[in-house]
């Protein structure tokens, strides 16, 4: 059995004050929604994965004195 890993593409946009998550390259049939924090969820739409997100304002989260997010939905990381 493949083992699948579980990368991840991280960027920061400091001029936007946006932080990119992504896991894969976006697939033209992704869904896409916006949560009412502001935070854009990218999801395979068979499987409901999440694939990336996109936070926007950041910094302006405070984010930058505390190293805790709340994401809307449950992340779970394992070792390789």
């Known amino acids: 059995m493949k083992h699948k890993t579980n990368l991840f593409n991280v960027f920061y946009d400091k001029e936007a004050d946006v932080l990119y998550v992504s896991q894969g390259k976006p697939s033209p049939w992704d869904e896409t929604k916006?949560?009412?924090?502001?935070?854009?969820?990218r999801k395979d739409p068979k499987s409901g994965e999440v694939k990336g997100l996109t936070i926007l304002?950041?910094?302006?989260?405070?984010?930058?004195?505390?190293?805790?997010?709340?994401?809307?939905?449950?992340l779970s990381l394992s070792p390789i």
């Open 34 to 41: 916006e949560t009412r924090d502001e935070v854009v969820v």
């Open 57 to 74: 304002h950041f910094l302006k989260r405070g984010l930058g004195k505390s190293s805790q997010i709340a994401l809307p939905f449950h």
